[in-house]
């Protein structure tokens, strides 16, 4: 069925679940899992809840997001390893997540992507 999944993560609670039933689905399946972290390029201004808040150099953003994404990938790669699934974690840079995540899908040959939603419920989801 399906032999290269990959997972997408940010490191909320949501994808974290997700990747933790994704790795589930390829043990079962004996497929191999590509994670993927998409982190924002590198800007001088740090924002939090949409306010400015600091200024970061562009090498200070180029170790947080690897350090951002070291933290996510590991995780997935972990549980992947405990189990005895094949797991390559990689790291992109996009404004645009969805674009990456198909992206790295086409390019790495990968025939599911399996990850989370954006949580809504109720008439929220629904209409979506």
Do not use: N
Request: net charge neutral; proline share 6%.
């Amino acid at each position: 069925m399906y032999q290269h999944i990959l997972i997408p993560t940010d490191g909320s609670k949501l994808a974290d679940r997700a990747a933790a039933a994704g790795v589930r689905l390829a043990a079962a399946l004996g497929a191999r899992i590509t994670g993927l972290f998409v982190s924002p390029p590198a800007t001088p201004l740090v924002y939090e809840h949409f306010m400015p808040v600091s200024y970061m150099t562009p090498e200070e953003h180029a170790a947080a997001i690897a350090r951002a994404a070291e933290r996510c990938l590991g995780t997935l790669q972990k549980a992947a390893a405990a189990v005895g699934v094949p797991c390559e974690g990689i790291s992109v840079t996009s404004d645009f997540p969805a674009d990456a995540i198909v992206e790295t899908a086409a390019k790495r040959k990968c025939d599911l992507i399996f990850m989370a939603s954006h949580g809504r419920r109720g008439v929220a989801a629904v209409l979506l």
